[in-house]
């Protein structure tokens, strides 16, 4: 009786209950306070903070080795930050290893199985969640005209391009109904004009299906084009250097990237990066003649 | 880059030539020993002539085809009981990391002596029958099931296992869904090289103590000094050999489709 009356009050509240339940919880899905890791002597991630809203989708640039994907492992659950590092999902506090399975993750290769088809590859995350793999088949084969995949349903990664491999891989991502995606340069092994098709295309999809993005690339016309907000990361330790709201209009056509605004904002941003990534130059690249390297970087 | 289509083009003709050679290889080998051993009058404990060994085949046909099978079964079920142990350790190893320190020196020291070795140990234990056979296959196949199955396991991409994890896997399914078929390629090699050692290991152990079986005839005809006999099994047990060898690379080819 009384499972039975609060399923009622919750369904009558239904319309609050939603935004209730996020509500105490701030409007955060995910809060990092102070989020630090370290290998051995190497301190990849230190003291970063970031907030993400339901919705929202955020880039994350940086130098290379800056520790984004560190940041990325931590938060799709496979690494656990250090001690004294604040991580909030959905309003609690949570460590590391309770993300696994909550946190659709893609990471930089599409890691496809080849005894696998498409159909296959794309329903592995439902497979593994024990759901019916018939029914899973078929949502698969709905959803392959929009991922641009019509046709190839029961075609092995090996018979694919590399756009379409990746494609399958985000198929697979999103098959994994997660409220948080982690999209770790998705598009990096992909040649120019492959790149913006794909982003372009990204943005209708995850208009369509609403979902929560943090999207790791080192391409800054990539992270404004994509971004709702832009997170530029510090030279390692990697924290945050930098948190730029995107405010362009959506929905962005090609033209964006030449738009005054958009230059604008490039320009912050890549003035950020640029000191960023001169520090992890001059860090990494100690032993050169440092006053010869300075010239050439700076124009 | 005009070599490319030529090369193409070739290599079907290259397959074909292959056989080709093979079976010319085989004619020419077989016409040479028989002209041997024709020409310079060979004695049959020297080298008997191959019609002459074909002939023996086909006269004692019954005892041979029940000898084969009997060496067969012996080499097929010891075969199937080793591969399942092998696989069967490689799987505990990867589903409970800490039995890896345990098991592979212990595998590792059983097998470090030639199995025949251990033949009259296991003759005493298990008798003259077949189940002391089943044992030395068994115990032939399982180490190398074992070592190949586990280097199977081994190979998978730590990045796939992540992703695999990142969405709720535990290690059963990664273990199911991930390394199982990462690991057939070097399972089935090593599956492959299995047969011959099965077949050799049964015919061994029979030769040192059983109730029939290839290993048996060739013991008997040895000690009647039939040599044409002795050649008789050895082509029989090379043609089971071959045969076994064969299906199981047929299977491989079908099931590991996309190497």
Redesign the interface.
């Known amino acids: 009786m009384t499972i039975g009356h609060s399923g009622l009050a919750r369904l009558a509240a239904a319309p609050d209950a939603a935004s209730a339940s996020s509500a105490p919880a701030g409007p955060y899905l995910l809060e990092m306070k102070g989020l630090s890791k370290r290998f051995g002597s190497v301190t990849a991630v230190s003291g970063f903070d970031a907030s993400i809203a339901p919705g929202e989708f955020v880039t994350v640039v940086g130098p290379s080795g800056c520790g984004k994907s560190t940041l990325f ?1 931590i938060v ?3 690494e656990e930050p250090d001690a004294g590092s604040i991580l909030r999902f959905e309003g609690k506090g949570c460590h590391a290893h309770e993300l ?6 893609m ?1 930089q ?1 599409d ?1 496809l ?3 696998r088809t498409v159909i296959d590859n794309a329903v ?2 439902m ?3 024990g759901r019916s793999r018939k029914a899973s088949r078929a949502e698969a084969r709905d959803m392959l005209p929009e991922f641009g995949l019509a046709g190839f349903g029961d075609q ?1 990664p ?1 018979q694919l391009s590399g756009g379409m491999r990746q494609r399958v891989a985000l198929m697979r991502t999103f098959m ?1 109904k997660r409220e948080l995606m982690l999209l770790d340069e998705p598009f990096g092994a992909l040649d120019a004009l492959t790149r913006t098709m794909m982003q372009r295309w990204l943005l209708d999809v995850w208009r369509q299906h609403k979902r929560t993005i943090l999207f790791i690339t080192h391409d800054v016309d990539e992270a404004l084009f994509l971004g709702d907000r832009v997170i530029v990361m510090s030279a390692r330790p990697g924290r945050v250097k930098l948190e730029l709201k995107v405010d362009l209009p959506r929905p962005r056509s090609a033209e964006l990237v030449t738009s005054p605004e958009f230059i604008r904002l490039k320009r912050i941003v890549l003035e950020a990066i640029e000191e960023e990534a001169m520090k992890s130059f001059l860090a990494s690249g100690a032993a050169a003649p440092q006053t010869d390297a300075m010239p050439e970087v700076q124009p | 880059m005009s070599a490319a289509p030529e090369v193409i083009a070739a290599a079907p003709r290259a397959g074909g030539c292959a056989l080709q050679r093979g079976v010319l290889g085989i004619v020419l080998f077989v016409l040479a020993w028989e002209g041997i051993a024709r020409g310079f009058h060979l004695p049959s404990y020297t080298l008997p002539a191959v019609s002459d060994i074909l002939a023996s085949i086909y006269a004692k046909r019954s005892i041979l085809f029940t000898a084969a099978g009997f060496t067969l079964t012996e080499a097929v079920v010891g075969y199937v009981i080793g591969a399942l142990i092998g696989v069967t350790l490689a799987v505990v190893i990867t589903l409970v990391p800490p039995t890896r320190a345990v098991l592979l020196p212990a595998a590792t020291a059983i097998n470090s002596v030639p199995v025949v070795a251990y033949s009259p140990l296991i003759l005493l234990w298990f008798g003259i029958g077949m189940p002391s056979k089943f044992v030395m296959v068994a115990l032939a196949v399982s180490f190398t099931v074992f070592l190949s199955t586990l280097a199977g396991f081994d190979r998978v991409d730590r990045r796939s296992v992540d992703l695999l994890r990142s969405f709720g896997a535990g290690r059963l399914a990664i273990l199911w869904r991930l390394r199982l078929p990462t690991a057939l390629p070097l399972m089935a090699a090593g599956l492959r090289v299995s047969t011959v050692r099965a077949i050799i290991v049964a015919i061994v152990t029979e030769m040192l103590g059983a109730y029939g079986g290839l290993g048996w005839v060739i013991y008997q005809a040895v000690l009647q000094i039939d040599f044409v006999q002795v050649w008789g099994a050895i082509f029989v047990a090379s043609a089971a050999s071959l045969a076994f060898f064969g299906l199981v690379g047929f299977a491989e080819r079908r099931i590991i489709f996309w190497k």
């Not at chain 1, 696994?100 to 993750?105: A, D, M, P």
């Open positions: 492992n799709a659950g496979l696994l399975g909550k946190v659709s993750f990471p290769r890691l199985l080849p005894w592995i995350a497979e593994i969640e092995y090996h994994f």
